[in-house]
C-alpha cells in the first residue's frame, strides 16, 4: 500500500468540529480519489488541533502509508479569517501556516465546515441520502444545506448559467430565532430569559434540543430515569431515542416535534433567501438518527408554511444526507483540487 500511495500522491481532509474531528488520506489516480486510511478522533481527548493531526499522521505511519502529502484541506465548523480559525463551540484555534509548518505540507488550506460538506454532494450515492420530498425543480437552482449537529450550520451553493457552483459560507446558524406557533413564542420567552439573544442554533442543535427539553419540563416532570440517563449519556441521543419508542418520554417525545418544526421552518426561510430550486439537503450528526421523523408530515408542513409562497417551496426537492462522510469527501475534494489545479468536481444529486 506504501509504494502505490507514495507513487500517486496523496492528499490529507479534515471535518473538525466541536466534539469529533474526522481525518482521511486520499490517494489521487488519474484525478480520481481513493480512501487510504480515515479515523474519528473526539476532540475532548486533545490539547489542539495539531494533537490530533499528529496522532493520525503517526498511526497512518504505523499502518504503512508513508510519502509526501500533496495538499491537506481541513473543514472547520467556524468563519474561516486570512489562514487561521478559531471553532465556535471549541475552544481551539487552527492556523493554516501552523500546520505547514509542522506537517511539512506545502499546500494547507481552511476551509468553512459546510462549505465541505457542499463539496462532499458531487460523490453522493442512492444510499446516502432520502428524499423527504421530490420537488419539480431542475438541479440548475441554487442549493443550500442545513445541518444540525454541535452548532447549526448553513452554506448557500450559488449556480451560475454555465452550470459551475460556488457554496459560500454562511453563519446564517445565529440569527435570530423566529417562533411560528404560541408555543415557541413561549420558547423564544424562556431562551430569552436564559441567554439573551436567542439564535436558531440555540433551538436546532445538540444542546438547542436539550434547551427545547428543559423549556417542556420547566415546571417539572423530568422522570429519575431521563435524569440519569443524562448524567450517563449525551442528552441530545437520549431525547432523540426515547422520543422514537413507542412508550418512551412524553417530554422528549414534544421536545423533539418542536425541534423538527423549527428545523423545518429554518429550512424554508434558507431556501427562500437563496431560492434554492436546486435543492435542500438536511445534513449534519442529528439528521441520520431522526430521520424517521423527519419523514412524517410535521417537516415539510413547517417548511411548506410561508403563505403566499408555499406553492413554490413544494416544488423544491428535499433530501436528508444520512452519509456522516460528507463534509471529509468534500475536504478531499477540496484538496484534490488544489493538487491537481483541476479544482473540485462540481456536480449534486
Same mark, same amino acid.
Given at each position: 500500500?506504501?509504494?502505490?500511495?507514495?507513487?500517486?500522491?496523496?492528499?490529507?481532509?479534515?471535518?473538525?468540529?466541536?466534539?469529533?474531528?474526522?481525518?482521511?488520506?486520499?490517494?489521487?489516480?488519474?484525478?480520481?480519489?481513493?480512501?487510504?486510511?480515515?479515523?474519528?478522533?473526539?476532540?475532548?481527548?486533545?490539547?489542539?488541533?495539531?494533537?490530533?493531526?499528529?496522532?493520525?499522521?503517526?498511526?497512518?505511519?504505523?499502518?504503512?502509508?508513508?510519502?509526501?502529502?500533496?495538499?491537506?484541506?481541513?473543514?472547520?465548523?467556524?468563519?474561516?479569517?486570512?489562514?487561521?480559525?478559531?471553532?465556535?463551540?471549541?475552544?481551539?484555534?487552527?492556523?493554516?501556516?501552523?500546520?505547514?509548518?509542522?506537517?511539512? /505540507? *506545502?499546500?494547507?488550506?481552511?476551509?468553512? +465546515?459546510?462549505?465541505?460538506?457542499?463539496?462532499?454532494? @458531487?460523490?453522493? #450515492? &442512492? !444510499? =446516502?441520502?432520502?428524499?423527504?420530498?421530490?420537488?419539480?425543480?431542475?438541479?440548475?437552482?441554487?442549493?443550500?444545506?442545513?445541518?444540525?449537529?454541535?452548532?447549526?450550520?448553513?452554506?448557500?451553493?450559488?449556480?451560475?448559467?454555465?452550470?459551475?457552483?460556488?457554496?459560500?459560507?454562511?453563519?446564517?446558524?445565529?440569527?435570530?430565532?423566529?417562533?411560528?406557533?404560541?408555543?415557541?413564542?413561549?420558547?423564544?420567552?424562556?431562551?430569552?430569559?436564559?441567554?439573551?439573544?436567542?439564535?436558531?442554533?440555540?433551538?436546532?442543535?445538540?444542546?438547542?434540543?436539550?434547551?427545547?427539553?428543559?423549556?417542556?419540563?420547566?415546571?417539572?416532570?423530568?422522570?429519575?430515569? /431521563? *435524569?440519569?440517563?443524562?448524567?450517563?449519556? +449525551?442528552?441530545?441521543?437520549?431525547?432523540?431515542?426515547? @422520543?422514537?419508542? #413507542? &412508550? !418512551? =418520554?412524553?417530554?422528549?417525545?414534544?421536545?423533539?416535534?418542536?425541534?423538527?418544526?423549527?428545523?423545518?421552518?429554518?429550512?424554508?426561510?434558507?431556501?427562500?433567501?437563496?431560492?434554492?430550486?436546486?435543492?435542500?439537503?438536511?445534513?449534519?450528526?442529528?439528521?441520520?438518527?431522526?430521520?424517521?421523523?423527519?419523514?412524517?408530515?410535521?417537516?415539510?408542513?413547517?417548511?411548506?408554511?410561508?403563505?403566499?409562497?408555499?406553492?413554490?417551496?413544494?416544488?423544491?426537492?428535499?433530501?436528508?444526507?444520512?452519509?456522516?462522510?460528507?463534509?471529509?469527501?468534500?475536504?478531499?475534494?477540496?484538496?484534490?483540487?488544489?493538487?491537481?489545479?483541476?479544482?473540485?468536481?462540481?456536480?449534486?444529486?
Amino acid at each position: 500500500m506504501a509504494d502505490m500511495v507514495c507513487r500517486k500522491g496523496i492528499v490529507l481532509a479534515g471535518d473538525m468540529g466541536g466534539t469529533k474531528t474526522d481525518l482521511g488520506l486520499f490517494e489521487i489516480a488519474a484525478g480520481v480519489l481513493r480512501p487510504v486510511k480515515e479515523a474519528r478522533f473526539e476532540n475532548s481527548l486533545y490539547g489542539s488541533p495539531e494533537d490530533v493531526i499528529a496522532e493520525f499522521l503517526k498511526s497512518a505511519r504505523e499502518a504503512g502509508v508513508t510519502g509526501e502529502i500533496a495538499a491537506a484541506s481541513i473543514g472547520v465548523a467556524c468563519p474561516v479569517e486570512g489562514d487561521s480559525a478559531r471553532l465556535t463551540n471549541l475552544d481551539w484555534t487552527i492556523s493554516a501556516g501552523r500546520l505547514k509548518k509542522r506537517f511539512k /505540507i *506545502k499546500n494547507v488550506r481552511l476551509i468553512n +465546515d459546510m462549505v465541505a460538506t457542499a463539496y462532499g454532494l @458531487a460523490f453522493l #450515492k &442512492k !444510499g =446516502d441520502y432520502i428524499t423527504l420530498q421530490a420537488g419539480t425543480a431542475g438541479r440548475e437552482g441554487n442549493a443550500v444545506v442545513i445541518a444540525p449537529g454541535t452548532g447549526l450550520g448553513e452554506v448557500i451553493i450559488f449556480r451560475g448559467k454555465d452550470d459551475s457552483s460556488a457554496p459560500s459560507p454562511s453563519e446564517g446558524g445565529h440569527a435570530d430565532f423566529a417562533p411560528q406557533s404560541r408555543r415557541e413564542i413561549e420558547l423564544l420567552v424562556y431562551l430569552m430569559e436564559r441567554f439573551g439573544h436567542v439564535s436558531y442554533e440555540r433551538v436546532v442543535s445538540g444542546p438547542g434540543l436539550k434547551n427545547i427539553y428543559d423549556f417542556v419540563t420547566r415546571d417539572g416532570g423530568v422522570s429519575q430515569a /431521563i *435524569k440519569k440517563r443524562f448524567e450517563r449519556e +449525551d442528552p441530545s441521543f437520549v431525547i432523540t431515542d426515547e @422520543a422514537r419508542k #413507542k &412508550k !418512551g =418520554d412524553r417530554a422528549c417525545r414534544e421536545a423533539l416535534e418542536i425541534f423538527v418544526s423549527v428545523l423545518g421552518a429554518e429550512s424554508g426561510n434558507l431556501a427562500l433567501k437563496s431560492l434554492a430550486t436546486g435543492g435542500v439537503f438536511v445534513a449534519g450528526g442529528i439528521a441520520p438518527a431522526i430521520a424517521d421523523t423527519l419523514k412524517k408530515s410535521l417537516f415539510i408542513k413547517a417548511f411548506r408554511d410561508k403563505g403566499r409562497f408555499m406553492g413554490l417551496l413544494s416544488k423544491i426537492p428535499v433530501h436528508v444526507l444520512l452519509n456522516p462522510r460528507c463534509a471529509l469527501s468534500g475536504a478531499a475534494n477540496h484538496a484534490r483540487g488544489m493538487a491537481t489545479g483541476a479544482g473540485p468536481k462540481d456536480e449534486t444529486i
